[in-house]
């Protein structure tokens, strides 16, 4: 399979688990259950899942008043989209096979 392929499914998978977490969380602070750390719901928008986290924080109404989610993680969807510009842009070929 080719490295584009690879990378979609990664995304796509990391995404997922990043709306689900957001939707787990919620779940469980609604039940005062044990609750998902908030630098693993960071992480996850860090590793590339932050348009999920980010639907997730919108659809749940989940941490929406913490401000370092709140702008954090928009922030971190720029900087990932900028990172994916300048990848496209610059003049290095990368071929993995």
């Known amino acids: ?10 995304l796509v998978v990391v995404n997922l688990i990043g709306f689900s977490m957001m939707g787990i ?10 609750r998902i750390p908030e630098a ?6 860090l590793i ?7 639907l997730g924080m ?10 370092y989610f709140a702008y954090g993680l928009p922030v971190i ?3 990932q989209i900028a990172v994916v510009i300048a990848l ?3 003049p290095l070929q990368i071929s993995l096979f």
Do not use: C, E, P, Q
């Not at 693993?40 to 928008?45: E, W």
């Open 1 to 10: 399979m080719n490295v584009l392929l690879w990378l979609v499914i990664y």
């Open 25 to 34: 969380d919620k779940s469980r602070a609604r039940r005062r259950a044990w």
């Open 40 to 45: 693993h719901l960071i992480i996850v928008a």
């Open 48 to 54: 590339g899942g932050s348009v999920g986290a980010i």
């Open 58 to 67: 919108w659809l749940f109404r989940h941490k929406t008043r913490h401000w």
């Open 77 to 79: 969807l720029v900087l």
């Open 88 to 90: 496209i842009l610059s």
